[in-house]
């Protein structure tokens, strides 16, 4: 079945550094583009990043762009997201996500995206 596992999250001051990593199983990851998403407390989730399948293109929501990189390894199933330059506004719960293959293109619409991990929480405080 399809698995999604994050890790990397805890906590860091502002200003630190921190690299997620999702392991996917169950499917072959090189066919799917895959999403990092965040849900702070009472917000909603919304979408920080993705990858296309062959990683020729990517997308930075504007809120962590020039600060956070996603990145995937196809040959040991995993999608990254490096996170630099870390602000509290920055604290959340991380998903990743794989996004369906129907409807073409890229995106970050929830409803698009059909299997989910179960989060990763990044706190950053001092």
């Known amino acids: 079945q399809v698995q999604l596992v994050e890790s990397g999250g805890g906590l860091v001051q502002p200003g630190g550094s921190l690299r997620l990593s999702c392991a996917a199983s169950?499917?072959?990851?090189?066919?799917?583009?895959m999403g990092w998403f965040r849900q702070a407390p009472g917000k909603e989730r919304e979408g920080v990043s993705w990858?296309?399948?062959?990683?020729?293109?990517?997308y930075n929501a504007d809120s962590v762009k020039g600060r956070f990189t996603i990145s995937r390894d196809n040959a040991k199933n995993t999608v990254y997201l490096q996170m630099n330059s870390l602000k509290p506004e920055d604290t959340a719960v991380y998903y990743c996500?794989?996004?369906?293959?129907?409807?073409?293109?890229?995106?970050?619409?929830?409803?698009?995206?059909?299997?989910w991990g179960q989060g990763t929480q990044v706190t950053v405080s001092s």
């Open positions: 996500a794989r996004r369906k293959r129907v409807p073409r293109g890229n995106s970050m619409r929830l409803n698009e995206y059909d299997y």
């Open positions: 169950g499917f072959t990851l090189d066919f799917y583009t």
């Open positions: 990858i296309s399948s062959d990683a020729g293109a990517t």
